[in-house]
């Protein structure tokens, strides 16, 4: 009986203890600030008509449609983007996070869209051009196989926006496979 007693006092006291020290860590928590990265970050803000010009094959004639994006500050840190349009004649609905890692020292994201069960991840970082290059990593749609992508992103003198998505071809060599040109709504 006399064990219990003491057992049960030492795990009251030690609870009471881990209670103070995590209360106290809260009350000392200085949540963090978005960088210069996470601001660059804010140019992407709004409403954005887009044309996609997409290649399913290396000499098919390109598929042409018309989408949009709408892209939002989350906490200042993640540019979270909803994609409307259509693909292979059919509604195709996108959404990304993309944020930078301070630990990772790069930009990281994630994309799904209604043609896929599966998620891309992304990772990246500005290059000396100013372009934001990206690497996804995820399952093709048509093949269910690996698949590693590279995505470069550009912002034009004028404003407007141009997405490049590069995907292994039939020989395996990298091809264009999609153009995104955006043009800002006005606000």
């Known amino acids: 009986m006399l064990v219990r007693i003491v057992a049960s006092a030492v795990l009251t006291l030690a609870s009471v203890v881990l209670t103070q020290t995590y209360a106290q860590e809260v009350a000392e928590f200085v949540p963090p600030t978005p960088g210069e990265q996470h601001q660059k970050l804010t140019a992407d803000v709004g409403v954005w008509d887009a044309k996609v010009t997409a290649w399913m094959a290396p000499d ?61 991840t992304t990772e990246g970082d500005y290059n000396d051009k100013g372009e934001v290059v990206l690497t996804g990593s995820g399952i093709d749609c048509m093949t269910h196989q690996p698949m590693t992508c590279k995505m470069i992103g550009r912002t034009g003198a004028d404003g407007t926006r141009t997405f490049e998505m590069h995907a292994p071809g039939p020989d395996g060599e990298m091809m264009k496979i999609m153009q995104i040109d955006y043009t800002k709504r006005n606000p």
């Open 60 to 120: 098919a004639e390109p598929e042409v449609s018309k989408a949009v994006e709408e892209n939002k500050m989350v906490g200042g840190f993640w540019l979270v983007s909803d994609f409307k349009g259509s693909m292979m004649g059919a509604p195709f609905i996108g959404h990304s996070q993309l944020g930078y890692d301070p630990l990772k020292k790069k930009y990281v994201g994630t994309w799904v869209d209604s043609m896929s069960p599966h998620v891309m």
